[in-house]
């Protein structure tokens, strides 16, 4: 009886555990579901205000393009930047509600001119493995809640506007591989805490102010792979441990104050194939065995000794020149595509100086003019060249271009290595990019010729791996013309300095003699000149494309006068210098009349522009300003909304019989007048700006920050009838 009670009583305990169980299963499954529908209905709330959406079905939200969501229903990835179209007066970050999205592993925001501060909330997403913010127009602070994302292992907020120093915390994030904050506005000093993150692959602080010395803790990063520190104020020696990051394949440290000597491991580095550490303050040798292992190797412009080590492996670009380097010259370095040993004490008597183009050699002690050649021409061709004189001179010198590499944009880690494609050979083997591009124009024939300029035509070209690019080369007259000359080497210059979305991107350029031409991303709708010009082109562009248009340009010109030091004015500014793409988004072009501005000059200049753009300030006083391109904004601004060249409107603004005449009769008429509030209070702000930017006085137009500024703001709604407003009551509004 006694076994038998304790059976019973072992049952009900058995029966009644089970029953809880199972009832508290239930439970905890009700609340869970309960959870991930709460949590879902967020979500999609969050997506709903956010105003990122284009007449999807917000009930399908899992089925976008750039969103991915897990069994759940729950959002995992957000990859807006491929996707989606944000109104540049909605792209304001703090319009997505990131605490709605607890199971996020991937946000991608990068290109859509977000404006605002990086939300702190952004630390609630404990999840998140990938971050990219990177093209946008941020600013502020970093926040200090990045240090909650422990699971974080790319962060990418390059090209913004953010300012402040870089927190120690993120040391924290022990799982980061990639951390890009290059093109920015950050002071102080790295961290040492970076140091910490010993899976780090890549490393980019490139374009801020960053001064003080590279921490040695860098040496920690025993996997890194790039490291660019490049266009800062680093001053102080490089650290002797970065010869021990045997991982590393591309280092940039240009455009610092640097002093001491190149540390002498960083040659016996396997894997390094480029090295930059131009414009510095460096002394000494140049370490054994750094020409064996790089294929790219700039160090010039600084104050190295010593002679060039004889150890020369598979080097296609090799920049010494203004440096204090002596000895002879080792004969291996003939091989070398692009050769620059130029403002050096080198000496040679026995005149082996003859044996390399006299361009790569000027400005040394001992160089002889004399015998110095213009290409690398065997004794039969110098008895051919007596014989057939001025043809085989042209000969020689398009086989010479040919063979010769010329200077690479400065754009590093396409680590691809593909025959034929312009963005992975040009750092690496720039013979083959030029053979592609005198092949695809079938040596610059006029068939490809797509334009022609002041100092220049343009050519399109298809690159055999499929990609089309534009090509402005230098007539052969104007290559003599020292003005020419300066003007094509000026827009290599600026656009090797400066990066924005809108601005057109350079993929590489040649300047050597009767070659020289510019690389750039070809734009297929053309100028803006040409899409306006043409009536069916321009039907196309309604009042919303046209507002778009003229935002970009302004965000654009604004970058270059607010982040830039010291800011550069284009002063060419025109509709046929503005390109367009397919997705029918501006992009600023003609770089070669650009100036970057002295505070403590002048300002003087020869007059250069397209006649009815230019500023009436500059054609009289020749005094470059910010505001010159303020004026020439002005006149592209009431050129997209009439349709053509405002020149009339512009000489009889002061004149009571323009004054009063009415908006609407100004408006291009080959589309109809607007029918939406919106692009009615959109066409009255971007007229009232263009015409403050046509005040005779300069000081009295605003600058393009404060016009970049309007444009992101919303307006208050519409005051006046449409068709009621004259240009008068436009001119008396305030800015």
Same mark, same amino acid.
């Given at each position: 009886?006694?076994?038998?009670?304790? !059976?019973?009583? #072992?049952?009900?305990?058995?029966?009644?555990?089970? !029953?809880?169980?199972?009832?508290?299963?239930?439970?905890?499954?009700?609340?869970?579901?309960?959870?991930?529908?709460?949590?879902?209905?967020?979500?999609?709330?969050?997506?709903?205000? %956010?105003?990122?959406?284009?007449?999807?079905?917000?009930?399908?939200?899992?089925?976008?393009?750039?969103?991915?969501?897990?069994?759940?229903?729950?959002?995992?990835?957000? @990859?807006?930047?491929?996707?989606?179209?944000?109104?540049?007066?909605?792209?304001?970050?703090?319009?997505?509600?990131?605490t709605a999205f607890p199971n996020l592993i991937r946000l991608e925001l990068s290109g859509l001119r977000l404006k605002g501060s990086i939300p702190s909330e952004i630390g609630?997403?404990?999840?998140?493995?990938?971050?990219?913010?990177?093209?946008?127009?941020?600013?502020? /602070?970093?926040?200090?809640?990045?240090?909650?994302?422990?699971?974080?292992?790319?962060?990418?907020? !390059?090209?913004?506007?953010?300012?402040?120093?870089?927190?120690?915390?993120?040391?924290?994030?022990?799982?980061?591989?990639?951390?890009?904050?290059?093109?920015? =506005?950050?002071?102080?000093?790295?961290?040492?805490?970076?140091?910490? &993150?010993?899976?780090?692959?890549?490393?980019?602080?490139?374009?801020?102010?960053?001064?003080?010395?590279?921490?040695?803790?860098?040496?920690?990063?025993?996997?890194?792979?790039?490291?660019?520190?490049?266009?800062?104020?680093?001053?102080?020696?490089?650290?002797?441990?970065?010869?021990?990051?045997?991982?590393?394949?591309?280092?940039?440290?240009?455009?610092?104050?640097?002093?001491?000597?190149?540390?002498?491991?960083?040659? =016996?580095?396997?894997?390094?194939?480029?090295?930059?550490?131009?414009?510095? =303050?460096?002394?000494?040798?140049?370490?054994?065995?750094?020409?064996?292992?790089?294929?790219?190797?700039?160090?010039?412009?600084?104050?190295?000794?010593?002679?060039?080590?004889? *150890?020369?492996?598979?080097?296609?670009?090799?920049?010494?020149?203004?440096?204090?380097?002596?000895?002879?010259?080792?004969?291996?370095?003939? @091989?070398?595509?692009?050769?620059?040993?130029?403002?050096?004490?080198?000496?040679?008597?026995?005149? +082996?100086?003859?044996?390399?183009?006299?361009?790569?050699?000027?400005?040394?002690?001992?160089?002889?003019?004399?015998?110095?050649?213009?290409?690398?021409?065997?004794?039969?061709?110098?008895?051919?060249?007596?014989?057939?004189?001025?043809?085989?001179?042209?000969?020689? &010198?398009?086989?010479?271009?040919?063979?010769?590499?010329?200077?690479?944009?400065?754009?590093?880690?396409?680590?691809?290595?593909?025959?034929?494609?312009?963005?992975?050979?040009?750092?690496? $083997?720039?013979?083959?990019?030029?053979?592609?591009?005198?092949?695809?124009?079938?040596?610059?024939?006029?068939?490809?010729?797509?334009?022609?300029?002041?100092? +220049?035509?343009?050519?399109?070209? *298809?690159?055999?791996?499929?990609?089309?690019?534009?090509?402005?080369? &230098?007539?052969?007259?104007?290559s003599e013309n020292p003005s020419f000359y300066k003007s094509f080497s000026n827009e290599a210059k600026i656009l090797t300095e400066i990066?924005?979305?809108?601005?057109?991107?350079?993929? +590489?350029?040649?300047?050597?003699?009767?070659?020289?031409?510019?690389?750039?991303?070809?734009? /297929?709708?053309?100028?803006?000149?040409?899409?306006? @010009?043409?009536?069916?082109?321009?039907?196309?562009?309604?009042?919303?494309?046209?507002?778009?248009?003229?935002?970009?340009?302004?965000?654009?010109?604004?970058?270059?006068?607010?982040?830039?030091?010291?800011?550069?004015?284009?002063?060419?500014?025109?509709?046929?210098?503005?390109?367009?793409?397919?997705?029918?988004?501006?992009?600023?072009?003609?770089?070669?009349?650009?100036?970057?501005?002295?505070?403590?000059?002048?300002? *003087?200049?020869?007059?250069? +522009?397209?006649?009815?753009?230019?500023?009436?300030?500059?054609? @009289?006083?020749?005094?470059?300003?910010?505001?010159? $391109?303020?004026?020439?904004?002005?006149?592209?601004?009431?050129?997209?909304?009439?349709?053509?060249?405002?020149?009339?409107?512009?000489?009889?603004?002061?004149?009571?019989?323009?004054?009063?005449?009415?908006?609407? $009769?100004?408006?291009? %008429?080959?589309?109809?007048?607007?029918?939406?509030?919106? $692009?009615?209070?959109?066409?009255?702000?971007?007229?009232?700006?263009?015409?403050?930017? #046509?005040?005779?006085?300069?000081?009295?137009?605003?600058?393009?920050?404060?016009?970049?500024?309007?444009?992101?703001?919303?307006?208050?709604?519409?005051?006046?009838?449409?068709?009621?407003?004259?240009? *008068? =009551?436009?001119?008396?509004?305030?800015?």
């Open positions: 009886m006694k076994n038998s009670g304790c !059976s019973f009583l #072992l049952v009900v305990i058995i029966f009644s555990t089970f !029953s809880y169980n199972f009832f508290q299963g239930g439970v905890i499954a009700n609340t869970t579901a309960a959870s991930y529908s709460s949590s879902t209905n967020e979500e999609q709330k969050a997506l709903l205000l %956010s105003k990122w959406r284009e007449g999807r079905n917000i009930s399908e939200y899992c089925k976008w393009n750039g969103i991915v969501c897990n069994e759940a229903h729950s959002v995992t990835e957000i @990859s807006t930047g491929k996707y989606f179209y944000i109104p540049p007066i909605e792209a304001h970050i703090q319009n997505l509600n990131v609630s997403l404990k999840k998140l493995v990938h971050l990219d913010l990177s093209s946008n127009c941020l600013h502020g /602070e970093l926040p200090s809640s990045l240090s909650s994302l422990t699971q974080l292992e790319t962060l990418n907020i !390059s090209n913004n506007f953010l300012t402040g120093v870089i927190p120690p915390i993120l040391g924290q994030l022990k799982n980061m591989t990639l951390l890009s904050l290059d093109l920015n =506005q950050f002071e102080g000093h790295i961290p040492l805490e970076l140091g910490n &993150l010993k899976g780090l692959v890549r490393l980019t602080l490139s374009h801020n102010s960053l001064n003080g010395s590279i921490p040695s803790t860098l040496e920690h990063l025993v996997l890194l792979v790039v490291l660019d520190l490049s266009h800062n104020k680093f001053f102080g020696v490089i650290p002797e441990g970065l010869s021990s990051l045997t991982q590393l394949t591309i280092v940039q440290l240009s455009w610092n104050q640097i002093t001491g000597f190149i540390p002498s491991g960083i040659g =016996q580095i396997p894997r390094l194939g480029i090295l930059d550490i131009s414009n510095n =303050q460096l002394e000494g040798p140049i370490p054994s065995g750094v020409l064996n292992h790089c294929s790219y190797l700039q160090l010039s412009n600084n104050s190295l000794t010593g002679s060039i080590p004889s *150890q020369i492996g598979n080097i296609s670009y090799l920049d010494l020149s203004y440096n204090d380097l002596t000895g002879k010259i080792p004969e291996v370095l003939h @091989s070398v595509p692009h050769l620059n040993l130029s403002f050096n004490s080198f000496n040679d008597s026995d005149d +082996g100086f003859c044996d390399f183009p006299k361009d790569s050699l000027i400005g040394n002690r001992d160089f002889n003019y004399s015998c110095a050649s213009d290409a690398r021409i065997s004794p039969v061709m110098i008895i051919v060249f007596s014989t057939f004189s001025g043809m085989v001179f042209s000969v020689v &010198l398009v086989c010479w271009g040919i063979h010769v590499l010329c200077p690479p944009h400065n754009e590093f880690g396409n680590e691809e290595r593909k025959n034929g494609d312009m963005l992975s050979v040009w750092n690496y $083997d720039g013979k083959i990019a030029f053979e592609d591009i005198i092949k695809a124009t079938e040596d610059f024939d006029i068939r490809y010729c797509i334009g022609t300029g002041a100092y +220049g035509s343009v050519y399109k070209a *298809q690159l055999p791996s499929g990609r089309t690019v534009a090509l402005k080369k &230098l007539h052969k007259t104007e990066r924005h979305r809108n601005i057109i991107r350079l993929y +590489g350029f040649c300047l050597h003699n009767k070659c020289m031409f510019l690389v750039y991303e070809h734009m /297929e709708r053309g100028s803006l000149f040409y899409n306006l @010009s043409n009536d069916v082109e321009a039907q196309e562009l309604n009042w919303s494309k046209r507002i778009n248009i003229v935002k970009e340009i302004a965000y654009a010109l604004a970058h270059m006068h607010h982040d830039c030091s010291p800011p550069i004015v284009h002063r060419d500014i025109s509709s046929n210098n503005i390109l367009l793409n397919m997705e029918l988004q501006a992009f600023i072009s003609d770089f070669g009349t650009a100036r970057l501005l002295d505070c403590h000059s002048s300002n *003087q200049t020869l007059l250069a +522009g397209t006649y009815g753009y230019v500023a009436p300030e500059l054609a @009289s006083t020749l005094t470059v300003t910010t505001k010159c $391109d303020v004026y020439s904004f002005g006149v592209v601004v009431l050129e997209i909304m009439m349709g053509k060249h405002p020149a009339e409107l512009i000489s009889s603004l002061s004149e009571p019989s323009i004054q009063h005449k009415k908006l609407k $009769d100004i408006l291009d %008429s080959r589309i109809p007048l607007p029918f939406f509030r919106k $692009d009615m209070q959109h066409i009255l702000l971007v007229v009232t700006l263009a015409l403050a930017c #046509l005040c005779p006085h300069p000081k009295f137009r605003p600058s393009m920050q404060e016009i970049a500024n309007e444009l992101l703001v919303s307006k208050p709604p519409l005051l006046w009838h449409f068709d009621e407003i004259s240009i *008068q =009551q436009l001119m008396k509004q305030k800015i």
